[in-house]
């Protein structure tokens, strides 16, 4: 179920990401209201929302809600063996188990 939802995210956010950056910002046509003597229009109302911008509100919930969902799902994921906690007694056995052997003298050059 992880699994599924982190791919669907990734296809959420690649979509998302893909369908702000092929539209067009609101102040691409500021330019051409200038010359062409609808300057009324310049800061006007946009009108109804197009394709693009309804199908990037309808990802963006979509990424907001499976955001939060994974982020419920890992928070309460339990890990079954943490190899970083076991070190300790990983290096505990080896201890016991290298051969102690005792110095009869020193080894200084002289």
Not at 42 to 49: D, V
Not at 66 to 71: Q, R
């Amino acid at each position: 179920m992880y699994e599924v939802l982190m791919v669907v995210y990734l296809m959420v956010s690649i979509g998302l990401v893909g369908l702000i950056l092929i539209q067009q910002g609101k102040g691409a046509d500021m330019g051409a209201s200038f010359g062409a003597g609808a300057s009324g229009t310049l800061f006007g109302s946009s009108g109804s929302g197009n394709f693009l911008t309804r199908s990037t509100a309808v990802l963006a919930i979509g990424f907001f809600a499976l955001s939060l969902i994974i982020g419920n799902l890992s928070a309460n994921h339990v890990k079954q063996g943490d190899a970083w906690n076991e070190i300790n007694s990983a290096a505990e056995q080896v201890v016991e188990q290298a051969p102690v052997t005792e110095e009869t003298g020193t080894n200084i050059p002289d």
